[in-house]
């Protein structure tokens, strides 16, 4: 497990991720919707992105326990929800001055303990897509696996 995974692991285990090493992910559900939040390391440069995904258990789908990101329904990364999100990924920073670096590391952990993890919260709630079914799909986040009519039809039962 990286360094970053390492620091960013507690945040999301305090509020009842599970983690899955082989896929860099962190995963929470209940009985309608399974949240997925997977770790990735740019190729081109330092930092790392934060890949979200929403996946809606339905019909036939009712007793999934596991899914994988791509096969979410609604999909985004974080830098894109959060404009102003800096990622970075400490293990390649070790150069850099401590007290930037730590800088950097309290403000990531702060965005993702107070913006991240309480809206993902929200949308294991059925009732947040209902309220805000005309935010969904958007800029930031994607409709994926389904057609809108199957998404809106999804928040009607």
Same mark, same amino acid.
């Given at each position: 497990?990286?360094?970053?995974?390492?620091?960013?692991? @507690?945040?999301?285990?305090?509020?009842?991720?599970?983690?899955?090493?082989? &896929?860099?992910?962190?995963? &929470?559900?209940?009985?309608?919707?399974?949240?997925?939040?997977?770790?990735?390391?740019?190729?081109?440069?330092?930092?790392?992105?934060?890949?979200?995904?929403?996946?809606?258990?339905?019909?036939?789908?009712?007793?999934? &326990?596991?899914?994988?990101?791509?096969?979410?329904?609604?999909?985004?990364?974080?830098?894109?929800?959060?404009?102003?999100?800096?990622?970075?990924?400490?293990?390649?920073?070790?150069?850099?001055?401590?007290?930037?670096?730590? &800088?950097?590391?309290?403000?990531?952990?702060?965005?993702?303990?107070?913006?991240?993890? @309480?809206?993902?919260?929200?949308?294991?709630?059925?009732?947040?897509?209902?309220?805000?079914?005309?935010?969904? @799909?958007?800029?930031?986040?994607?409709?994926?696996?389904?057609?809108?009519?199957?998404?809106?039809?999804?928040?009607?039962?």
């Amino acid at each position: 497990m990286n360094n970053t995974i390492k620091i960013l692991d @507690p945040l999301f285990s305090e509020k009842g991720y599970k983690f899955i090493k082989t &896929k860099k992910t962190w995963v &929470k559900q209940n009985e309608k919707i399974i949240v997925i939040c997977q770790y990735q390391k740019s190729r081109f440069s330092n930092n790392f992105f934060l890949n979200l995904g929403i996946y809606f258990k339905y019909g036939n789908n009712l007793k999934k &326990k596991s899914v994988l990101l791509d096969h979410c329904f609604l999909t985004a990364r974080y830098d894109q929800v959060f404009q102003d999100f800096s990622a970075l990924d400490i293990e390649d920073n070790c150069f850099e001055d401590l007290d930037v670096l730590e &800088k950097k590391l309290s403000i990531t952990k702060n965005k993702i303990r107070n913006e991240l993890l @309480p809206l993902l919260d929200e949308m294991l709630d059925i009732k947040y897509f209902r309220n805000n079914l005309d935010s969904y @799909p958007n800029e930031h986040w994607w409709l994926r696996n389904i057609t809108r009519d199957e998404f809106n039809s999804i928040l009607k039962e």
